[in-house]
């Protein structure tokens, strides 16, 4: 079929070659993105997608319809105790298990569509040459120092036990799962020492001591005041996500930097993990230690890039050219806003640093909380059981994104978003006006009499639609610069709802062509231009579903527009026109909600408190506390709308009487502060009284 494509420089999707290496360019808009990287003992579910690899692919494709030069790099985080845990019960060794699990995530990305220029791991060579460079700069400069702490010890192992291999009483209230980190009955945290009666997870009968052992910290403090400098910087030139270390008005609102930055651990007492380079001259007793994941988490990202080019040193040691997009949920934020500034800082070297940090709250479901160990919840590969498109999926995820608040994910709303507005907007648009065009022209575009290139604004029969699709391409455009990416979807939908009104206003039938074929053939020939258009501002939300609309325009990929423009022109022979969604029935939330229900007795699992990684299917461990066990079982109901709208004004006005208490000591901010506490008690005891009168 012959194409009739206006023929304009910068009209198409610059698209790489298979196998060319993507390198930025001088006096080029050069963007980097990275997406949290998943921890490598589970498989994700679909808040962690959201949470940040399906916004960076979304924004990752946005840029590429730019015909920006783009590299998007993602990976499997494969160190750290978590891993080898998680082996230990396995059965497997961590290698095995850090393999099992990046196939696993690969399959689940694929599946959802996620274009990464390169995914990769952290347990490669480079990685560990990288991170041990990193490492030895930091101890050239200064940064570095010997602490001598007590730890506990395996007599029988022969070793020193990390935090997840050990476990006891608690000490604060009592209960016997306690791990060495954190109580899951009563949630408070303490150090692996002060556990009563600690026990080795791999041999429970094993005798378990107290031992010094020495360990290299980060001089934190020694950097702050540098760091908290950059942060002022960086946070305005990259217009950082709100729910960030520095609010609105500029002021670092995070505690850990109010308070002080301490030294942080580097180096742990573990095999599975970066070997700890110790030089001749250097500090022998750190010789068969490793570096800490927390400490080397971060460094996955140029590591990643370094597998995927040599070349890496082009995007990372390049911030006069390079724009750096970090995509995560809201627990990583530290860790991308002051612990790896910190060590690029101290480092020395001319990092490519932070340019635009975009956060996400939590995806809830249904009510309550993923959940892999009680099977709550949609994970991994198992979103292609319900025989929902990918773009279906990508489409609702996108559309709830929890940008500013906790948000929902519903079946009932995900199937009323395919019905009522992918199938009877979006659909119907494109559907209707490339049928009329094979049904009546033959399959060939007619001519319109437009010109090629821009249409006037000041068209005679059209200013209003030609203003109107102009404006949207504005706000779209002004949306996804900014990251808000649910808004950039929802103009997509704006204007796929303008081209319906237009072709109903405009009369669009066979009646129109006998009686006007001049108008109406500029009227299909608008309509088509349209959806070319649309086809480009869709690609990054929905990637099949904009080369479904190529294939039946029967046109080349193209870049995103500034205006409306005649580019398909009179002649230029569409493909066969067919649907793009199909009907759900709605009968089958209720099919869903009980496949992926899981156990709705069980208790329902919090948010991580591991900042360093994304941690999918996080499980809570049993609680012998009576008042924890009930207040779990509350927790695994599903939750009314009330309830959950309760909740957020509880956790907003949370976040006000934070940021008075960040602000400078005065009569006036205190009496702010004993209103804003008094607001808070008050929604908190009617929101517990209103969940006692539920349950009665």
């Known amino acids: 079929m012959s194409q009739n494509i206006r023929q304009e420089e910068g009209l198409l999707r610059a698209i790489p070659k298979p196998g060319e290496t993507i390198l930025p360019q001088d006096g080029e808009e050069n963007v980097l993105i990275t997406s949290a990287l998943p921890y490598c ?17 979304v924004f990752a494709r946005y840029n590429r319809t730019r015909n920006r030069k783009t590299l998007y790099i993602c990976g499997t985080d494969e160190y750290g105790t978590a891993t080898e845990t998680q082996a230990l019960k396995e059965k497997i060794t961590p290698r095995e298990l850090c393999d099992k699990y990046n196939a696993l995530h690969i399959e689940t990305y694929k599946w959802f569509d996620l274009g990464f220029d390169y995914f990769g791991r952290t347990s490669t060579p480079l990685h560990s040459e990288i991170a041990q460079e990193i490492y030895l700069n930091l101890q050239d400069h200064g940064y570095l120092e010997k602490q001598e702490k007590d730890q506990t010890y395996c007599e029988q192992c022969a070793k020193f036990l990390a935090d997840r291999f050990v476990e006891g009483i608690c000490p604060h209230c009592g209960s016997n799962d306690a791990r060495g980190d954190q109580c899951d009955s009563c949630a408070r945290t303490f150090d692996a020492t002060e556990l009563i009666n600690p026990r080795c997870l791999i041999d429970k009968t094993h005798t378990v001591v107290t031992k010094v052992s020495s360990h290299m910290y980060l001089k934190l403090d020694a950097i702050q005041p540098r760091t908290e400098e950059w942060i002022r910087k960086s946070w305005k030139d990259g217009k950082w996500s709100p729910n960030s270390v520095i609010n609105g008005e500029g002021e670092i609102v995070d505690a850990r930097l109010k308070q002080g930055l301490r030294p942080s651990p580097v180096t742990r007492d573990l095999t599975w993990g970066v070997p700890v380079p110790v030089r001749e001259g ?3 007793s750190m010789a ?15 590591s990643i890039t370094a597998n995927y080019t040599p070349e890496w040193k082009q995007w990372w040691f390049n911030h006069k050219n390079v724009r750096l997009f970090q995509f995560m949920g809201k627990d990583n934020v530290y860790f991308h806003t002051i612990f790896f500034p910190s060590v690029q800082i101290g480092d020395g070297r001319p990092w490519t640093t932070l340019h635009h940090l975009s956060t996400t709250e939590y995806l ?74 094979s049904a009546n022209y033959d399959g060939v575009i007619p001519d319109s009499g437009d010109a090629p290139g821009p249409i006037s604004p000041n068209d005679e029969a059209d200013a209003e639609f030609i203003a109107d699709v102009n404006n949207l391409l504005k706000d779209y455009i002004d949306a996804m610069e900014a990251v808000k990416l649910r808004l950039g979807l929802h103009t997509v939908m704006l204007l796929s709802a303008r081209g319906n009104l237009y072709l109903q206003s405009s009369g669009l039938n066979k009646a129109l062509m006998a009686s006007n074929p001049k108008r109406c053939a500029q009227v299909v020939s608008r309509a088509i231009n349209l959806i070319y258009i649309l086809s480009a501002l869709v690609h990054p939300f929905m990637p099949a579903t904009g080369d479904a609309i190529l294939a039946q325009l029967n046109a080349p990929e193209r870049s995103v527009p500034t205006v409306i423009a005649n580019d398909i022109l009179a002649g230029h022979h569409i493909g066969t026109p067919d649907h793009l969604f199909k009907k759900i029935d709605e009968k089958m939330a209720e099919v869903w909600k009980a496949k992926f229900g899981g156990n709705q007795n069980a208790p329902s699992p919090q948010p991580s408190a591991d900042a360093t990684h994304v941690v999918p299917g996080m499980s809570k461990r049993k609680a012998e506390a009576a ?36 602000k400078p000591k005065s009569a006036e901010v205190d009496k ?25």
């Open 288 to 302: 068969g230690k490793v570096l800490y994941v927390w400490f080397e988490a971060c460094i996955g990202y140029p």
């Open 672 to 696: 702010e502060i004993v209103e804003a506490v008094a607001t808070l008690k008050t929604l908190k005891a009617e929101l517990a009284e209103y969940q006692k009168q539920s349950q009665a």
């Open 282 to 284: 250097d500090d022998q």
């Open 364 to 437: 809830n479901y249904e009510g309550g909380k993923f959940s892999k160990s009680h099977g709550r919840g949609v994970f991994g590969p198992a979103a292609r059981e319900t025989n929902i498109p990918a773009s279906v999926w990508r489409y609702y995820l996108i559309s709830v994104r929890p940008e500013t608040a906790d948000a929902m994910f519903s079946w009932a709303d995900c199937i009323a978003a395919n019905n009522n507005v992918l199938l009877n907007n979006f659909g119907n648009f494109v559907n209707r006006a490339l049928k009329f065009v």
């Open 41 to 57: 003992n589970n498989v994700p579910h679909l808040g962690n997608i959201i949470g940040s690899s399906l916004s960076a692919d």
């Open 627 to 662: 008042k924890k066990a009930a207040a779990a079982a509350l927790d695994a109901a599903p939750k009314s709308a009330e309830v959950l709208a309760w909740e957020q004004k509880v956790a907003d006005q949370g976040q006000v009487v934070r940021e008075l208490k960040a």
